[in-house]
């Protein structure tokens, strides 16, 4: 029996079943959860989608009406975790990925848990785990687990709109080394499916406000800095600043991504202080310009090699000089 029809049997099985994604909910997290949720609904059993946070608003035209929100209803939240008897773990190889508060309920159920998930180095938590760190994002894996366990009669347009959307974000639209042919061949079966894909791209990228490109126009004329010896190229943004254009989750987001396009860089670094916290999203280019080795050894982050997390407790003044002192070393 492959992975993929043990997870069928356990779905089959379980009577309350939970499906958890990481803290800082993204295209992938958002996508891979309701594509699973859809497909459970389909072999005719139910779940409760239950993450940390709310999505970023460009997200918002999905229907997440069935996801529960940690950071609003804690308690509900912790009464379905603690009667569920069998939990999934998507998008994420560390429960520390949860948040403080979600990663203490589920380090303590002894129901059968199960991870999906594309990052480097999963902890050995879970029951059942299906580890690909080749795959372009989590969506896809819930999409061979809908394929490899014989169901691929099941997927429709409901179930494939999700999975589409965690693999458009998590590749950057198509653009990273994680794209291979098993990826377009997985997006032919969702566009057979009933998938709209260009409609998917035009929620996704006509949805700006005008506070939005206000504070991304000052961040790129007035914010951005490039280590031209390393050809490294930060934006740092603070609360005050950010408060100034009324930001809103997701409003930094492609920041990175766009001065990565200039030409020459090798690596992109934006970071935005939140509650005291810097929160840093590291990008770069080919094989030669790993960034996750900088975000795991200094910055308490980690995740892809041209795509990392990473935080500061210092300042921002504090965190830009840092920055600065150790680029050199990486590039």
């Not at 377009?184 to 035009?202: M, N, P, Q, R, S």
């Not at 490039?226 to 943004?237: F, H, P, T, W």
């Not at 999203?281 to 090699?305: C, I, M, Q, Y």
């Amino acid at each position: 029996m492959n992975i993929y029809k043990e997870i069928e049997a356990e779905i089959l099985a379980a009577d309350h079943i939970v499906i958890t994604a990481h803290r800082s909910a993204d295209g992938d997290s958002v996508g891979s959860s309701l594509g699973l949720l859809h497909f459970i609904e389909k072999l005719g059993k139910k779940a409760i989608v239950c993450h940390p946070d709310k999505a970023p608003e460009f997200l918002y035209w999905l229907d997440t009406s069935a996801i529960i929100l940690m950071e609003e209803n804690p308690d509900e939240v912790t009464a379905q975790i603690k009667k569920a008897d069998l939990i999934f773990c998507l998008d994420y190889n560390a429960t520390s990925r949860l948040g403080p508060d979600m990663q203490a309920l589920l380090d303590t159920v002894t129901c059968k848990t199960i991870m999906i998930d594309h990052h480097l180095n999963p902890e050995e938590f879970p029951t059942l785990t299906v580890s690909e760190t080749t795959a372009s994002s989590t969506a896809q894996l819930v999409f061979e687990l809908i394929e490899q366990s014989g169901h691929l009669d099941l997927l429709d347009e409901k179930i494939g709109t999700p999975l589409y959307l965690g693999i458009l974000t998590d590749t950057g639209s198509f653009r990273f080394n994680s794209v291979k042919p098993r990826t377009h061949e997985i997006l032919a079966k969702l566009l057979t499916a009933g998938v709209e894909h260009h409609i998917i791209h035009e929620k996704l990228n006509d949805t700006n406000t005008e506070n939005r490109l206000r504070l991304q126009g000052y961040a790129m004329s007035e914010k951005l800095e490039i280590l031209y010896d390393q050809n490294v190229a930060i934006i740092s943004l603070s609360k005050e600043e950010l408060a100034k254009y009324n930001y809103q989750k997701g409003d930094a987001d492609g920041l990175a991504n766009l001065i990565l396009s200039i030409k020459g860089m090798k690596a992109a670094i934006v970071f935005k202080e939140k509650d005291g916290i810097m929160k840093i999203s590291f990008r770069s280019k080919g094989a030669e310009n790993p960034v996750n080795v900088l975000a795991k050894t200094h910055f308490d982050g980690g995740g892809h090699a041209n795509a990392s997390g990473g935080m500061s407790d210092l300042t921002v003044t504090e965190t830009l000089e840092k920055l600065k002192e150790l680029i050199p070393q990486y590039f």
